[in-house]
């Protein structure tokens, strides 16, 4: 069998265990959705298609879960020097979106699976794996149970403040949107587009030119707004922390804030101009690489 139908066979196969996770998590009485299949984990991409699916359920929205069908590989001690067995079987994890680090099942602080099995060096079944989704019933209601040194009252506390956390940094991010197109003008950018990276935490903003614009100019413009990102920026942040008494809850380095700036596209007037205003399904189709999605982007213009 050669190497394109083996990834065809493979990619099939994963596609059927995430559908029949869905349709499993459906039938429980669930409802999920906010569903994606990435490329990849951080920097390490997918030997085939539908490996990873990331998906939210409405009955609590703040978690994000995560299946991986990969090779697992299991050990017998803590250092992970002596592999007992490559096992290849769906995991289900979990964390909150709003302390996020590194998610994987060994790091996420909901990850049964890996909890009872995998970091024990033991094997589990298909039939674990479904146990795992139907413990999400539970889980949903009162998840504080499932989490290690948590109680219900910090567990709802910790939501209460992130909300407000969130409101806040949005106000600064309103403000900060304009300094941005103020600077925009200044340099003579354009059109930017503000997108999440899809594996790190920063956010990539990318700047538009008009495709007539001398190669000399961009180079300046693009290097005096590096600087203002890597300097100016988080000063500015500062001020409107300060400004909006916001500086107990909202810190000047949170990743809302971390943004990079290293590519640049040329286009004709016309559709520099178009793309000012269009819809992100069309920005979408004009632009693939910049992989945008209804919420995930903003788009910035000089005055």
């Not at 209460?160 to 600077?183: A, G, M, P, R």
């Not at 354009?190 to 100019?217: A, Q």
């Not at 810190?251 to 000012?276: C, G, I, M, T, V």
């Amino acid at each position: 069998m050669n190497k394109r139908i083996k990834q065809k066979h493979a990619t099939h196969e994963n596609k059927t265990i995430m559908t029949n996770t869905l349709n499993y998590i459906k039938n429980l009485g669930l409802k999920p959705f906010n569903i994606e299949f990435p490329k990849g984990y951080f920097v390490f991409r997918n030997k085939n298609s539908y490996e990873i699916m990331y998906f939210q359920l409405k009955e609590i929205p703040e978690f994000l879960f995560g299946v991986w069908y990969k090779d697992i590989y299991l050990y017998d001690d803590i250092y992970d020097e002596h592999l007992v067995k490559v096992i290849k079987q769906p995991i289900i994890f979990g964390e909150r979106i709003c302390v996020l680090d590194k998610f994987k099942p060994s790091r996420a602080e909901w990850s049964p699976l890996d909890k009872n099995f995998v970091s024990k060096g033991l094997e589990y079944s298909l039939t674990d794996y479904y146990k795992t989704l139907d413990s999400l019933k539970d889980f949903v209601k009162a998840p504080w149970n499932h989490l290690a040194f948590e109680t219900e009252a910090e567990y709802k506390q910790l939501l209460e403040d992130e909300k407000l956390k969130e409101v806040q940094i949005n106000d600064v991010l309103q403000i900060l949107y304009k300094n941005v197109e103020d600077k925009f003008t200044e340099l003579n950018i354009p059109m930017g587009i503000l997108v999440k990276d899809s594996y790190w935490s920063h956010s990539n903003l990318y700047l538009f030119f008009e495709e007539n614009t001398e190669s000399e100019k961009i180079e300046d413009a693009m290097g005096y707004f590096h600087e203002y990102l890597q300097f100016d920026m988080t000063n500015d942040v500062k001020e409107i922390l300060e400004s909006l008494n916001y500086t107990e809850t909202v810190y000047h380095y949170d990743k809302a804030f971390d943004w990079r700036s290293q590519y640049y596209w040329l286009e004709p007037k016309d559709s520099l101009n178009k793309a000012k205003t269009m819809s992100f399904m069309d920005l979408n189709k004009e632009f693939k690489d910049l992989n945008l999605k209804g919420s995930n982007f903003v788009r910035l213009i000089a005055k």
